[in-house]
Nanobody
Framework: QVQLVESGGGLVQAGGSLRLSCAAS????????MGWFRQAPGKEREFVAA???????YYSDSVKGRFTISRDNAKNTVYLQMNSLKPEDTAVYYC???????????????????WGQGTQVTVSS
């Protein structure tokens, strides 16, 4: 059974930093696209960042230059380093993974087969 478990969320002041982790179990994701999405209260879930098997990275315009996605294949873990956090970054953050051989636009949610339970990030002003 595949599981993605996020950790590292919490409460931080504006301008601060957090690092989210997503540990995968049940299969190896080293050759898979992995992504982070977020959902703020009252809003639809949105793409944040993604990383492919060649460690090419992709970001939404709202986080580009502030967030960094990375992966440690030896640990089967994906990270999201979030710097210069803003109150509008407050959301539940979800880790997601694709099946091998799944191609297409990196921000398309329905191409991700596996999802974590989410971790809350709250940024106070």
């Amino acid at each position: 059974q595949v599981q993605l478990v996020e950790s590292g969320g919490g409460l931080v002041q504006a301008g601060g930093s957090l690092r989210l982790s997503c540990a995968a179990s049940g299969r190896t994701f080293s050759s898979n696209f992995m992504g982070w999405f977020r959902q703020a209260p009252g809003k639809e879930r949105e793409f944040v960042a993604a990383i492919d098997w060649n460690t090419n990275t992709y970001y939404s315009d709202s986080v580009k230059g502030r967030f960094t996605i990375s992966r440690d294949n030896a640990k089967n873990t994906v990270y999201l380093q979030m710097n210069s956090l803003k109150p509008e970054d407050t959301a539940v953050y979800y880790c997601a993974g694709r099946d091998s051989g799944t191609y297409g636009y990196y921000a398309r949610e329905n191409l991700y087969a596996y999802w974590g339970q989410g971790t809350q990030v709250t940024v106070s002003s």
